[in-house]
């Protein structure tokens, strides 16, 4: 008899969280907002080792813009750094290295962010999120999927 | 009677787990405010409600007008940022790459501070409202581990001049400006030095 009850109330327990769950789900899908088209901009550096003349960058710019996949290119005469930004499904950091330097044979090396630098950055960029937000935001990724 | 008062508290032990799973872990959060005593808002004067296609997205795909010149100068100033060597050392962690499908550095900054100018200079939208930490936490070691010093005055002068190289990459100069809307840049400049004392400490 006890066995009973206890069976009887873990099953409406169950049910009352299915229920609530599918609530959470239909909740999400109304108030997310739209996907960020910009989601898979990677951002990669490469630093000069060499001077690079106005005019010189305004070319390197340019061959790098006309890349696939990238999206823009910056650089900084006076720090020697060029940002290129490219959708990380069509372009890869590595691939706009090399054709950067087989273009204009320059000295340059490519930044690599290091595990430390990784922890670090504006925190705009939306770290120290709960576990309950976390798995709110995954299901909120999936169906927009 | 008792079955009942269990049943109660089951529900409303999970209706809270689930209603606070909807609510970001944050401080309060305060914005600068966005409108000049009278006249229209700040967002207006970028473009304000006027939907437009997003250039980003598939076709049908619109974008307030506000929204979109608010994240074009915002995505300009991301690179410019990234090249300045003098502030570049806090967001060093734009350039760490991710695996395909996951959400990249750029677009989370794109996305976070686009949504705080987008409240600070007015908009209503709900889906544009900033929803992070408070200028104060978001720039203090102590609330947040993904800044690791203070943020002294010299970065933030710096971070100001590199909106500022934003704007002109994006065709809004003083001379551009000077017919239709004198006094825009200098009142966006002015809503970002509001934060400098909360983001300075």
Excluded at chain 2, 35 to 49: D, E, N
């Amino acid at each position: 008899m006890k066995k009973r009850k206890i069976i009887k109330i873990t099953l409406i327990s169950l049910s009352v969280v299915v229920l609530l769950f599918a609530v959470l789900i239909v909740h999400i899908a109304l108030v997310m907002k739209p996907k960020n088209v910009e989601n898979n901009i990677q951002l990669s550096r490469i630093d000069f080792k060499q001077p690079v003349d106005s005019a010189e960058a305004v070319k390197m710019v340019s061959f790098v813009r006309h890349l696939d996949g990238v999206d823009n290119a910056v650089f900084n005469p006076k720090s020697g750094i060029l940002i290129c930004g490219f959708y990380n499904q069509k372009q890869n950091a590595q691939n706009v290295y090399d054709k950067l330097m087989a273009y204009g044979h320059y000295k340059a090396e490519r930044f690599m962010v290091g595990a430390a630098d990784e922890i670090k950055g504006c925190p705009a960029m939306g770290a120290d999120k709960s576990f309950i937000y976390t798995m709110a935001s995954s299901l909120a990724d999936l169906i927009r999927k | 009677m008792k079955k009942q008062v269990i049943l109660a508290a089951i529900c409303l032990t999970t209706a809270s787990i689930f209603y606070t799973s909807c609510k970001k872990k944050d401080t309060t959060t305060t914005t600068p405010a966005a409108t000049t005593p009278a006249g229209p808002t700040l967002y207006t004067r970028v473009g304000g409600t006027a939907m437009v296609q997003d250039p980003k997205a598939a076709t049908g795909t619109m974008i307030e007008t506000g929204r979109l010149t608010l994240r074009s100068v915002v995505d300009s100033a991301i690179y410019v940022i990234a090249a300045d060597a003098q502030i570049n050392s806090f967001f060093h962690v734009l350039l760490a790459e991710v695996s395909a499908g996951n959400t990249t550095g750029f677009a989370a900054l794109s996305e976070n501070f686009t949504d705080f100018l987008c409240t600070a200079t007015g908009s209503t939208n709900a889906n544009y409202q900033y929803g992070g930490r408070s200028m104060k936490d978001a720039h203090n070691p102590m609330y947040t581990n993904r800044i690791t010093s203070l943020v002294t005055n010299a970065a933030f002068t710096q971070f100001v001049n590199d909106i500022g190289t934003a704007l002109a990459k994006n065709g809004v100069t003083t001379t551009s400006t000077a017919s239709s809307d004198p006094k825009l840049i200098s009142d966006l400049v002015a809503l970002l030095n509001s934060t400098q004392s909360t983001i300075v400490q």
